[in-house]
Nanobody, 121 residues
């Protein structure tokens, strides 16, 4: 099991930038894929981005070109830098870890507590 603690988030104007950070810990953390999901009010939780600790990055089409996911292996953190944010990016953002990107979000995924991001127009 991987423990995940998010930080960052808050209120930002449309077109602005924000960075989320997730500290990962646990005996098997290096063998997990890590990433970010988000959930807007009344909607399903959706995939945002994921990466392994050695690369192999995936993005949702809705954030490609605007968001960047990056790991700091020495600190065991995974950051999500959000540029040119839009009101539709408003959601609770969750850090996630899974044994494989193909099952990320499914049963067995470890989750952080979530952090709110609000984009004002």
């Amino acid at each position: 099991q991987v423990q995940l603690v998010e930080s960052g988030g808050g209120l930002v104007q449309a077109g602005g930038s924000l960075r989320l950070s997730c500290a990962a810990s646990g005996r098997t953390v290096s063998r997990h894929v890590v990433g970010w999901f988000r959930q807007a009010p009344g909607q399903e939780r959706e995939f945002v981005a994921a990466t392994s600790w050695s690369g192999g990055i995936k993005y949702a089409e809705s954030v490609k070109g605007r968001f960047t996911i990056a790991t700091d292996n020495a600190k065991a953190t995974v950051d999500l830098t959000m540029n040119n944010v839009k009101p539709e990016d408003t959601a609770v953002y969750y850090c996630a870890a899974a044994i494989d990107v193909r099952v990320m979000g499914a049963r067995g995924t470890d989750w952080g507590q979530g952090t709110q991001v609000t984009v004002s127009s």
